[in-house]
């Protein structure tokens, strides 16, 4: 029997208080990673409550630490903060976003600035700092999506850095490959997880008629294939993007 043996490496999900990174934390500690569960700091302290609350479920072998990606310092604490607490990092999954739909004509700069600076900026700032300390043979994850491929009315912004965080990946790929790190893309279709319920019902019933598989994805499906990818079951492949969409796009 093949299995996925993650135990004595340490993992890091970036925006894991809830769905998709919620789901990925979850999966790679039940493969025996430790997991730094990542949240955006907020002033009501919603998303730490999250966060913890995904960290104590799962034991001792997780921590919920704060950075907003979009801040180079902050990321630089949290990984010293992932090293002090666990010693080492080994994987690292890209999954903090944002969206703020608007058409060009009525999307403002901030609009473009907090989604672009928090979903390619921020997975940057990560790749940057994560590199630098993470050990040879690691893993690097990141969250692209199907509207960075086929671009959806409305996204201007998201989008846009998706297809850089595809774009990104590649180059890294090429540049951490030397200390054998592959640097891989999940591009996952619409899931259902809160952001994906923002989008309206009407527009959901068009996006599902496209799919052959004639469902929208679970954050479990999503998170599996992030899993593979950070297993030494993937490790001749890199630079790639795996898209997990029912069909929808290939």
Sequence with gaps: MIGIDLVGKVALVTGAGQ??????ATRLHAAGASVVVNYPPDAAG????????????LGER??????DVRDPAQVDAMLSATRERFGRLDLVVNNAAV????TVKKMSDEDWDVVVGTDLTGVFHVCRAAAAVMSDGGRIVNLASISGVVGFFGQANYAAAKAG??????????????????????AP??????MGK????DVRAGMLAQIPLNRFGEPEEIANAILFLASDLASYI?????????GWWS
């Design 99 to 102: 969206i703020r739909d608007r």
């Design 189 to 194: 279709g619409v899931v259902l997880t809160d």
């Design 62 to 67: 997780a921590a919920a630490i704060p950075a």
């Design 238 to 246: 890199t630079g790639q993007t795996v898209h997990v969409n029912g």
């Design 165 to 186: 965080v595809i774009a990104l990946t590649k180059v890294l790929s090429k540049e951490l490959a030397s200390r054998r790190i592959t640097v891989n893309a999940v």
């Design 198 to 201: 923002t989008i309206p019902e």
């Design 19 to 24: 769905g998709l990174g919620r789901a990925t």
């Design 46 to 57: 919603r998303n730490a409550e999250l966060a913890r609350e995904v960290a104590d479920g």
